[in-house]
Each structure stands twice: as C-alpha cells, then as structure tokens.
C-alpha cells in the first residue's frame, strides 16, 4: 500500500488516514509549535513580559539593599565635633574646603599589629599629618600640606607647632587654627588614625606608588627600592611615616602623604573598585570604622571627594620661609607673602598662582 500522506510504501495493515482540508491527517488534534521554537502555549509577548518582570523584581531588590546598606553604612560613620563659633571666624568661602587630619593614634591595633607596623606604644594621638583640600566650583581640586612643624599662633597657647594645637584642645582648638591662618573657613573635618589607614589600603587591594630612591628605615619598618611598586597598608603606612629621607624630613614626608592620599583616594573612587562589591563594601566598612568626621558629613560627602581627586589635583605645601630654632625645637616657618596669595586664590576660588607651588 502506498501512503497518499508521504507518497512511499507504507508497511503493515493500518490504514491510512485521508487528509484533511488543513492538509494534516484527519483525526490529528496536535498543534505545531508556535513561535519559532516557543513552548506550546506560549506567545513570545508573554515570554518577553516574564522576563521584564523577573529583571524590575531583581532590581527592585538591588536598590533595597543599596540603600538600606547606605544608611546602615552611614550610621556606623564616626562623628567629632570639629568646628566651633568664635569672634573673627572666616566667612563662608567658595568652593568646599576640607581639613583632613592623619591622627598616630593606635586605637584599635593589638600589641602584635604594633610590634609588626612598627607604630610604638605611644598612648592617645597627636596629629601625624595636616592636609588642606579645597573643592572648586569647577575646575581641579588642590590639596595643600600644612608641614606639623609650623610655627603658628594657637589661641590660649601663644605661638607654638601647628600639630601641638590638637594635643591643646582636640579637633575644635585644630580648626579654628587652621582657619585663622589660612583665611579659609573649613566645611568638612576628616580624620583617620594608623589602624585605620592600614585598613583602608588592604579594602582596595594596595596601592602602587612610585618610590623615588631607596628607602631602608627600621624605624619604620620598611626597605623600600627605587620605583614604582604596590604597596599593602603596613608598606603603605611606613613609607608615608618615615623620616629617613631628605634634607627637610619634614618637608619630604608632605610630599610622600599628598602622593600617597591622592593615588590611595584615586583608587578607590575608581569604577573597578566602587562597581565590584568585593572591594567597595569592605572599603566602605573599613571607612565607617575608621574614619571620623564632623556630623554634618555623610558618605556622599566621602565620595565628592573621591571624584574631585580623579585624575590628580594640584598638590603643593604652604611656602616655606625658614627653619629656625625655637625653645629647644626645630620649627618651620611660613612665607609669610606666598602663604597669603596660596590662600588668598583659594578663598575666592582661584587657581593657585604658579610660582608659589612646591614641586
């Protein structure tokens, strides 16, 4: 018998079913697949809606864990009293102007992180590192070094080094220095101690700093190389610390500090470190436990500055003058005309004049 569906002989006795006016075999409910490959029953339409739906929830999901670890984030941030009203304080300036102080304070490092950092044993903090960062309108961001040595009037305490200011009166007695010599009235107070520090540059996976000549300072705990290299927190932590290099100790540790927050800050406002989770919630984590700054600042105000620090600011320090010795101390002193046209630029909001940056 010969099949009139496939026009080849059929074997076997069943019958051949007639075809229909369809052209299938009558008595065949089946139905063939309907969209190119979709499952029986299934429109492409509906397909497509499932999937929009499955994305917006996962989404929706992505921006609840978002915000909520924000504000989770945001409340573990520690606060300080930073600021204080005084007869003669600086008005409003232009721009954002931020006082970032690098504490050497051992909070929260065990006896064995010490022996290993090479911090000492030195109890309470004193300020390590004193750094004006001014946000302009528009246009780069410069970052000024305030060297711990300058001799400068103190309120109550006559003139004596700038960092002897905070061991006076804290954080409040530091502003209000600052901003009295500089003319700039501070909007942001941030502060980090050693243990912080360490914590922070092991988040985003070290740092690379390019060493300028060998450095070898047990004191400090490093021996470093010419060139440039990454560096984890302990590294990190020495190299910005040591005093074993240059003519002016002091003047060479500024340098190293403003190198090392702008490639360390550089970092971490990157998309390779804030878009990967494994790097941008322990740097957040690390930061809220660490780093301590006035009330009015939050994370958002954290990540300003991050952005304003893209691509490198104009780093310089205040002007030197001299470097007398006073009362049994060796002390730095500004000049007293290139500070004033450092600061006076800032506070309109200004480019610094060109010849009054420290290379």
Known sequence: MRSKVYGKPRSGQAP???LGDDGRASGDDRRPPRGGGAAAGTSPRRSGRTVVKIVAAVLAVLIVLAVGGYF???????????????????????????????????????????????????????????????????????????????????????????????????????TQTVEKVTGIRVDHYMEIGFGGFVGIVDAIGGVNICVKQNIKDPKAGIN???????????????????????????????????????????????????????????????????????PGTGLFDLLSVGLAMRGGPVATAVPIGSLPRINGQD?????????????GALAEDKPVPKDVIAK
């Not at 970052?143 to 006076?168: C, M, Q, T, W």
């Not at 440039?228 to 932590?237: F, H, I, S």
């Open 72 to 174: 989770w984030i945001g409340s573990k941030l520690q606060t300080v009293d930073a600021f204080t009203d005084y007869s003669g304080r600086p008005a409003a300036t232009p721009g954002e102007d931020w006082l970032l102080v690098g504490s050497d304070s051992r909070a929260g490092l065990t006896a064995a992180q010490r022996r290993k950092l090479k911090t000492g044993k030195a109890v309470g903090k004193r300020t390590d590192t004193m750094m004006l960062l001014h946000i302009p309108s528009d246009g780069k961001a410069t970052l000024v070094s305030l060297p711990r040595d300058s001799y400068v009037p103190i309120e109550g305490h006559g003139s004596a080094k700038l960092n002897a200011a905070y061991a006076f009166g804290g954080p409040k007695l530091l």
């Open 16 to 18: 051949v079913r007639p």
């Open 224 to 294: 470093l190389k010419k060139g440039c290299q990454d560096m984890d927190g302990g590294t990190a932590l020495g190299y910005v610390r040591t005093r074993a290099t240059g003519a002016i100790p002091d003047f060479e540790r500024t340098q190293r500090q403003r190198q090392f927050f702008a490639a360390v800050v550089d970092k971490a406002a990157s998309p390779g470190t804030l878009l990967n989770p494994f790097s941008s919630v322990p740097l957040a984590l690390s930061a809220a436990d660490s780093v301590a700054v006035d």
């Open 331 to 343: 002390v730095v002193k500004w000049d007293t005309q290139k500070a004033l046209r450092l600061f």
